[in-house]
């Protein structure tokens, strides 16, 4: 059972190039999330999706783009990269009533 | 979501019990109280979850008083791999909150020899 997988791992960009982060999840969780850790600051909530074709802002919203086309995936964009989106990147899922979620092994993404 | 405060850091040394209390004054009626820890390098994982009074397991227990507006999380005898991040999460999933889980900064401890 793989749980949470975040592709990829590891990804170097330069100012102004787009990317897309994948997160896939086998638990049939309806609720999926992204978060970006900066040293110091704890987990910041970017968006969410409470089901297949609905996303939400979080805390940390603006320069960021996604997308729940499949219950099973949630996909982070980047439009146009930008240093400041320098961090490590966790997608998490959970049942809905159930505040235990499940975390991916985190991306490192730096932007130069 | 119910806001919560909790401190920075706390050191301990190994072997002793570490009870990190988080306030949360604002709770409301059927918000729960849910803890994570967080290794470096690694995703916050679930410990310990509860509604009121007390609650064990394998790994911590969690102190709710009556009043509800704070929570202890308290980690018997910790060891140098309990050096983790501590999140405090309160909420319950109902109308305009619905889905979000909020982590915030945590509690640093960190477990000497």
């Known amino acids: 059972n793989a749980g949470v997988t975040q592709t990829p791992k590891f990804r170097v960009l330069k100012t102004g190039q787009s990317m897309t982060l994948l997160c896939a999840q086998d638990m049939n969780h309806e609720y999926m999330y992204w978060y970006r850790q900066d040293p110091g600051m704890g987990l910041r909530l970017i968006h969410y999706s409470v089901g297949e074709g609905t996303t939400a802002k979080g805390e940390v919203p603006d320069g960021y783009n996604v997308s729940r086309l499949k219950k099973q995936n949630f996909l982070l964009g980047l439009e146009s990269a930008a240093p400041s989106q320098t961090s490590v990147y966790f997608c998490a899922s959970r049942s809905p009533l159930n505040t235990e979620a499940f975390f991916g092994q985190g991306t490192r993404l730096t932007v130069v | 979501l119910a806001k919560t405060t909790q401190p920075i850091s706390m050191d301990s040394y190994e072997g002793q019990e570490v009870n990190i209390t988080c306030s949360h004054n604002?709770?409301?009626?059927?918000?729960?109280i849910t803890w994570y820890q967080q290794f470096p390098s690694q995703g916050p994982r679930f410990i310990i979850q509860g509604y009121k009074t007390k609650v064990t397991n394998e790994v911590a227990s969690l102190f709710i008083p009556a009043d509800r507006k704070s929570s202890t999380l308290s980690l018997p005898r910790v060891s140098l791999s309990d050096t983790a991040v501590y999140y405090c999460?309160?909420?319950?999933?109902?109308?305009?909150?619905?889905?979000?889980?909020?982590f915030g900064r945590g509690t640093q401890l960190t477990v000497w020899p």
């Open positions: 604002n709770i409301a009626t059927n918000d729960y």
């Open positions: 999460l309160v909420g319950y999933d109902r109308g305009s909150t619905l889905g979000r889980l909020y």
